[in-house]
């Protein structure tokens, strides 16, 4: 591909669309988390001035619950002191707002660098062929991936990808569905530590994944150095890794053949929106394989941490049993995928020299997770949860086909959505005090007939907590054990799943006229109700943390990335890194049950 060719995307007309897009996103979304203040003006248009009052931004929006903010984006007009007209600019957006939204001299030119990403993403996107929501929603699981839009419903600069360049962007995005080929590395065994679930050992999984004729080929590749196989590990490692990091900042283990470069698996993979895991398209029954990136993506390095890996199939065994032994997942036919083995390098230099939080010890590193694929029956078929949030270019829900799919009401798809859903969520929380991160990228939908049957939870082992002090774990997993303040713990839910998830999802089913807030609220009430009236040994635990609470605290995750956009949270204290700003009313608290 030209250098001209590489940025085709990058027209006037697309990237006026995109910013466009963007400052709608970012006007919802700084209004939720009370960075601003729209003022209601008297043609019943809202209007946001600038920091210094030089220029005015104006639009059409209608509020719903959790103060969530449905913004026109082509009612959005910017204009200067003398009410003339300016032409939309995203990034003059964050400079004329920089006060108001926090932005540090230090953190501004990143965050615009993250915005440009972000936007030349959008761009990418708005130029590709369109397909409609009602085509995708009944398309395969990595079509669906692959043809996600948005990102992370929540922050607005969330497709950063700092450190990937244009053609690195074509090669890796999910949104380009590249093929992609692992690199492979042999890691010498006295320098990497392989852990695995208690049904899989190395030797089996590594034959199960390449293959005896790729095996054989590493093993010539190796006797022809003068070294032998048994030595070492087979390690996998995303492209992007390798030639940006890897060649460089391990050029020692190289010279010395602590690593030895291998090349290419023979399978093929596509990336998932999380960006660093990788799902086989060569045999779609194989695992998913998570790799070390150390690039900067929406607050955080991605990297893996070779010490914090350790641990994690033990974790996933933990776990899966909990969920096989307990009778209320069942019903729900709630699951998990595993995180079935992990390795990681211990580079000794750079671990003497840095703390445990440090990104230099997170470079190299990768586990794999099950595949969903052979567990489903004749009829289904899968679906990231993000996708109940995209909309097409013509804006579109993929939502409202499934229901038109379904048959079903609007009401009875929500509620067995929610049953599959936000029962096993409940359930942890009050029976376990177990919690996850279950956004939309860390859940699968099992759909049968554009009804959700089941839902499968991913990501266990760096996204799930224990929150009581007292519970008796397994020394292996004890590294899950979070101390959370008792007023914070039930923000696992109020804002994970309430305001990062459900807030959206009811803004679409209100915008395109399927339910009112009312009935989609009421829903969401009847699926809590009827959990706890099934558990009633634990009424004083659906007493102590009240899920019919009159507010919740409102956790503010864009706050947390324009103050510090390198390390959103502090990994020592999570909980004490939150932006916690005042209350937000709880849209099901009028629907108590009573007695």
């Given at each position: 591909?030209?250098?001209?060719?590489?940025?085709?995307?990058?027209t006037p007309d697309l990237w006026?669309?995109?910013?466009?897009?963007?400052?709608?996103?970012?006007?919802?979304?700084?209004?939720?988390?009370?960075?601003?203040?729209?003022?209601?003006?008297?043609?019943?248009?809202?209007?946001?001035?600038?920091?210094?009052?030089?220029?005015?931004?104006?639009?059409?929006?209608?509020?719903?619950?959790?103060?969530?903010?449905?913004?026109?984006?082509?009612?959005?007009?910017?204009?200067?002191?003398?009410?003339?007209?300016?032409?939309?600019?995203?990034?003059?957006?964050?400079?004329?707002?920089?006060?108001?939204?926090?932005?540090?001299?230090?953190?501004?030119?990143?965050?615009?660098?993250?915005?440009?990403?972000?936007?030349?993403?959008?761009?990418?996107?708005?130029?590709?062929?369109?397909?409609?929501?009602?085509?995708?929603?009944?398309?395969?699981?990595?079509?669906?991936?692959?043809?996600?839009?948005?990102?992370?419903?929540?922050?607005?600069?969330?497709?950063?990808?700092?450190?990937?360049?244009?053609?690195?962007?074509?090669?890796?995005?999910?949104?380009?569905?590249?093929?992609?080929?692992?690199?492979?590395?042999?890691?010498?065994?006295?320098?990497?530590?392989?852990?695995?679930?208690?049904?899989?050992?190395?030797?089996?999984?590594?034959?199960?994944?390449?293959?005896?004729?790729?095996?054989?080929?590493?093993?010539?590749?190796?006797?022809?150095?003068?070294?032998?196989?048994?030595?070492?590990?087979?390690?996998?490692?995303?492209?992007?890794?390798?030639?940006?990091?890897?060649?460089?900042?391990?050029?020692?283990?190289?010279a010395r053949q602590h690593l030895?470069?291998?090349?290419?698996?023979?399978?093929?993979?596509?990336?998932?929106?999380?960006?660093?895991?990788?799902?086989?398209?060569?045999?779609?029954?194989?695992?998913?394989?998570?790799?070390?990136?150390?690039?900067?993506?929406?607050?955080?390095?991605?990297?893996?941490?070779?010490?914090?890996?350790?641990?994690?199939?033990?974790?996933?065994?933990?776990?899966?049993?909990?969920?096989?032994?307990?009778?209320?997942?069942?019903?729900?036919?709630?699951?998990?995928?595993?995180?079935?083995?992990?390795?990681?390098?211990?580079?000794?230099?750079?671990?003497?020299?840095?703390?445990?939080?440090?990104?230099?010890?997170?470079?190299?590193?990768?586990?794999?997770?099950?595949?969903?694929?052979?567990?489903?029956?004749?009829?289904?078929?899968?679906?990231?949860?993000?996708?109940?949030?995209?909309?097409?270019?013509?804006?579109?829900?993929?939502?409202?086909?499934?229901?038109?799919?379904?048959?079903?009401?609007?009401?009875?798809?929500?509620?067995?959505?929610?049953?599959?859903?936000?029962?096993?969520?409940?359930?942890?929380?009050?029976?376990?005090?177990?919690?996850?991160?279950p956004h939309g990228e860390n859940?699968?939908?099992?759909?049968?007939?554009?009804?959700?049957?089941?839902?499968?939870?991913?990501?266990?082992?760096?996204?799930?907590?224990?929150?009581?002090?007292?519970?008796?774990?397994?020394?292996?997993?004890?590294?899950?054990?979070?101390?959370?303040?008792?007023?914070?713990?039930?923000?696992?839910?109020?804002?994970?799943?309430?305001?990062?998830?459900?807030?959206?999802?009811?803004?679409?089913?209100?915008?395109?006229?399927?339910?009112?807030?009312?009935?989609?609220?009421?829903?969401?009430?009847?699926?809590?109700?009827?959990?706890?009236?099934?558990?009633?040994?634990?009424?004083?635990?659906?007493?102590?943390?009240?899920?019919?609470?009159?507010?919740?605290?409102?956790?503010?995750?864009?706050?947390?990335?324009?103050?510090?956009?390198?390390?959103?949270?502090?990994?020592?204290?999570?909980?004490?890194?939150?932006?916690?700003?005042?209350?937000?009313?709880?849209?099901?608290?009028?629907?108590?049950?009573?007695?």
């Amino acid at each position: 591909m030209s250098p001209r060719d590489a940025v085709s995307h990058l027209t006037p007309d697309l990237w006026e669309r995109a910013g466009r897009l963007l400052i709608r996103k970012a006007l919802a979304e700084f209004t939720h988390e009370r960075l601003l203040t729209p003022v209601l003006e008297d043609d019943g248009r809202y209007a946001v001035p600038s920091d210094n009052g030089a220029s005015t931004y104006r639009f059409a929006a209608r509020v719903l619950s959790l103060e969530h903010w449905l913004v026109d984006a082509d009612s959005i007009t910017r204009h200067g002191r003398d009410g003339a007209e300016l032409p939309l600019d995203a990034l003059d957006f964050f400079i004329e707002l920089r006060a108001t939204l926090g932005l540090s001299e230090e953190i501004l030119p990143v965050y615009l660098e993250e915005i440009s990403s972000t936007l030349s993403g959008s761009a990418y996107k708005l130029a590709a062929e369109a397909v409609g929501a009602a085509q995708l929603a009944k398309s395969g699981f990595q079509e669906i991936e692959t043809g996600m839009t948005e990102g992370h419903p929540c922050f607005v600069a969330n497709n950063g990808r700092l450190g990937f360049g244009v053609h690195e962007y074509l090669s890796y995005a999910p949104e380009t569905a590249s093929p992609v080929q692992l690199i492979w590395l042999a890691a010498r065994r006295d320098r990497s530590t392989f852990t695995s679930c208690a049904d899989l050992d190395y030797d089996g999984l590594i034959r199960s994944e390449l293959g005896e004729e790729t095996l054989a080929r590493f093993a010539d590749t190796m006797t022809g150095l003068g070294l032998d196989l048994a030595d070492y590990h087979l390690l996998p490692v995303h492209p992007w890794q390798w030639w940006n990091k890897l060649s460089v900042s391990f050029a020692a283990e190289v010279a010395r053949q602590h690593l030895v470069c291998l090349g290419p698996g023979e399978d093929e993979y596509f990336a998932q929106q999380s960006i660093r895991t990788f799902f086989n398209t060569s045999d779609p029954s194989k695992h998913y394989v998570k790799t070390a990136l150390s690039v900067l993506n929406m607050g955080f390095m991605r990297g893996l941490s070779a010490a914090y890996m350790e641990a994690t199939p033990a974790i996933n065994d933990w776990l899966a049993g909990v969920i096989e032994a307990d009778d209320v997942f069942r019903a729900a036919r709630f699951s998990i995928i595993r995180e079935r083995a992990a390795i990681g390098y211990h580079h000794r230099q750079y671990e003497a020299a840095t703390n445990r939080y440090s990104p230099y010890r997170k470079m190299l590193a990768a586990l794999w997770r099950e595949s969903p694929v052979p567990s489903l029956e004749p009829g289904q078929r899968l679906a990231t949860m993000a996708s109940l949030l995209h909309l097409d270019t013509e804006g579109n829900s993929f939502v409202s086909a499934l229901i038109e799919e379904s048959g079903l009401t609007p009401a009875e798809w929500l509620r067995r959505y929610l049953d599959a859903y936000l029962t096993p969520v409940l359930h942890s929380f009050y029976a376990y005090d177990l919690v996850f991160m279950p956004h939309g990228e860390n859940a699968i939908l099992v759909i049968e007939d554009g009804a959700v049957r089941r839902v499968i939870f991913k990501d266990i082992a760096e996204e799930i907590a224990v929150m009581d002090p007292a519970a008796v774990l397994p020394p292996a997993v004890e590294r899950i054990r979070a101390d959370v303040p008792e007023d914070m713990k039930l923000l696992s839910i109020f804002t994970d799943v309430f305001d990062c998830f459900l807030r959206f999802l009811n803004g679409i089913l209100v915008d395109d006229g399927l339910l009112t807030e009312d009935a989609f609220w009421r829903t969401v009430a009847d699926c809590v109700t009827a959990y706890q009236e099934s558990a009633p040994q634990l009424a004083d635990k659906f007493a102590q943390y009240d899920m019919f609470a009159e507010d919740f605290a409102l956790s503010c995750l864009n706050r947390l990335q324009l103050r510090n956009n390198k390390e959103m949270v502090d990994l020592q204290d999570p909980a004490g890194a939150l932006q916690l700003i005042g209350t937000l009313r709880n849209p099901i608290a009028r629907f108590r049950p009573e007695g």
